[in-house]
C-alpha cells in the first residue's frame, strides 16, 4: 500500500509512523509534514494541506491507495468531498459531518437532539446579552469560541468579571475572528477530564483505550489553555463502568444521530468527556485524532493502523487489539508558548532507548540539516513501559538528559494517575 497523510504536526508523526510499522504498506506520503518525520523514513511533499488540487494531482499521480486526513482544518474545508469528486479513497468525515467539531452549537444541538449528557449552555452573538446571561448564572461558569481557535477559545472562568472580560474580547474585540463572532457559554462541571476516540464508519463504533491530556501551560494545572502540553494511558482514575456508559450514552448515540441529521460521520471521533457524579459529560466534540492523545493511545494498539482504515474503507470488520502498557507523553515547547513564542532553538536528537520522538513545529536549518524549533509545541517525547510509574520515571529521564535551550515543559505529566493509584494502594 501507497498511503497519503495531510498534515504536519507530531499527530500526523505519529500516525504515519504507526502506518509504516505495517509490512503491506510500502511507502507514506506527509503533506506537507516536517523534516522530523524523514528520521523514521516517512517521505515529506511541499504541498500545502490548503491546496486540495495539489494533493489530488499528487495522490493520483503517485498512486495513492488511500489518504488519511489529521488535522481539523482541510476537514472544514471539504477535503474529503474534494478527494472523493475526484473519485479517491480518503478517510475521514466530510465538511458537513465535520461541524461537529467546526461549531460548537452544531455540537450542543445534536446532542440536545439525542439526549447525549453535556453541559447546560446558550448561545450569543450579542455581548450584552451574553453579560446578561453570566450575571443569572454566575460563576464558575465556561465561555467557548463557536468555532476553531486551535484548543485555545475556552475560558474557563471563576468569576463574572473573568467570564465578561473574555465575552468582551470573543465578541467585542475580535480576539478569535470569525470563530469567535459567536459564543457558546456553559455550565462549569466538576470532575476528572478524559479523552475517548474510536473509529467510526457511518452506524459503526469503535472505540479507542482512553487518555487523559493535560491543557494548561505549567505544572499543576496553572497558566493558559494550550493545545495540550502531554497525555498518558491509561487512566486508573476513571472506572471502566464510567468508559462502558460514555460508549453507550456519547459515542453510539453521537454516531446515529449524524445519521438522523444526515450528516454520516466517517473517521475518528474524538468525545471529550468529564466524570461527574452524574455519569461521564461531553466537554467537546473533535472530528480527528487528538494532539497529544494520538501519540500515547497509538503506543497500545497492537492491530494494524493501516489495515483497520483499509478495513473501515473498504466495509470490512476490522481487527482490533490494544495491550496492557503504560504510555506517557510530554509536550516539548518553546518558551512563551501559547502566547508569543520563541524561534530557532536547536532541536535535540533523541538518546538512549525506549523513547520515541514526535516531530511537531521544527524546520531544518540549510547547511547542516539540524533542526530547529519553528513552532509554539515543538515535539513531544513518549515513553511506554509495563506500568505508569516506570513510563514516567523513563520519559522525564530521557528529557533531562536534552539540551533544552529556550524550551520547556511540564513536569507532572501522569502525577495525578500515580497520585490515585497510589491512594488506592494505601486505602487497601
Not at 2 to 23: C, M, N, T, W, Y
Amino acid at each position: 500500500m501507497k498511503i497519503l497523510v495531510i498534515g504536519s504536526g507530531g499527530r500526523e508523526h505519529a500516525v504515519a509512523k504507526k502506518f509504516l510499522q505495517d509490512p503491506q504498506v510500502e511507502t507514506v506520503f506527509c503533506a506537507k509534514g516536517n523534516p522530523g518525520m524523514r528520521k523514521d523514513g516517512i517521505v515529506t511533499v511541499a504541498i500545502e494541506e490548503s491546496d486540495h488540487e495539489g494533493l489530488i494531482a499528487f495522490a493520483q499521480e503517485q498512486e495513492v491507495d488511500w489518504t488519511f486526513v489529521g488535522p481539523e482544518v482541510p476537514l472544514l474545508n471539504g477535503i474529503v468531498d474534494d478527494f472523493q469528486a475526484a473519485g479517491l479513497e480518503i478517510f475521514g468525515p466530510n465538511r458537513q459531518a465535520a461541524m461537529i467539531e467546526g461549531s460548537k452549537e452544531f455540537a450542543k444541538e445534536l446532542m440536545r437532539a439525542n439526549h447525549i449528557p453535556t453541559a447546560d449552555y446558550q448561545s450569543f452573538t450579542d455581548s450584552a446579552q451574553a453579560k446578561a446571561y453570566i450575571q443569572l448564572k454566575g460563576a464558575p461558569i465556561v465561555i467557548k469560541a463557536d468555532g476553531l481557535a486551535a484548543g485555545k477559545g475556552v475560558v474557563v472562568a471563576e468569576t463574572v468579571d473573568e467570564a465578561n472580560a473574555a465575552v468582551e474580547a470573543m465578541l467585542e474585540q475580535n480576539a478569535f475572528g470569525e470563530s469567535g463572532a459567536k459564543v457558546v457559554i456553559e455550565e462549569f462541571l466538576a470532575g476528572e477530564e478524559f479523552s475517548l476516540l474510536a473509529f467510526v464508519k457511518d452506524e459503526a463504533v469503535y472505540p479507542m483505550v482512553i487518555a487523559q491530556d493535560h491543557k494548561r501551560a505549567f505544572d499543576g494545572d496553572l497558566g493558559p489553555n494550550t493545545g495540550g502540553m502531554g497525555a498518558y494511558t491509561p487512566v486508573p482514575q476513571i472506572p471502566q463502568e464510567m468508559v462502558d456508559q460514555a460508549v453507550k450514552e456519547v459515542l453510539l448515540p453521537a454516531a446515529k444521530g449524524m445519521i438522523l441529521n444526515k450528516t454520516p460521520f466517517t473517521g475518528i471521533l474524538y468525545a471529550g468527556l468529564i466524570a461527574t457524579n452524574d455519569g461521564p459529560k461531553v466537554i467537546e466534540f473533535n472530528a480527528r485524532f487528538g494532539d497529544p492523545e494520538t501519540q500515547v493511545v497509538l503506543s497500545r494498539l497492537d492491530s494494524s493502523l493501516a489495515q483497520i482504515i483499509d478495513d473501515l474503507l473498504q466495509d470490512r470488520e476490522p481487527v482490533i487489539r490494544w495491550n496492557q502498557a503504560a504510555s506517557i507523553g510530554v509536550v516539548i515547547a518553546s518558551q512563551g508558548y501559547p502566547g508569543k513564542y520563541q524561534q530557532g532553538m536547536p532541536v535535540p536528537s533523541p538518546q538512549g532507548e525506549g523513547t520515541q520522538f514526535f516531530y511537531a513545529g521544527v524546520e531544518e536549518t540549510a547547511d547542516q540539516g539540524d533542526l530547529t524549533a519553528a513552532g509554539g509545541r515543538v515535539f513531544l517525547v513518549e515513553a511506554s513501559a509495563e506500568d505508569l510509574a516506570t513510563a514516567q520515571k523513563n520519559v522525564y529521564e530521557a528529557i533531562n538528559k536534552l539540551p533544552l535551550s529556550g524550551l520547556f515543559y511540564r513536569n507532572d505529566i501522569g502525577d495525578k494517575a500515580l497520585h490515585y493509584s497510589n491512594s488506592s494502594k494505601a486505602m487497601k
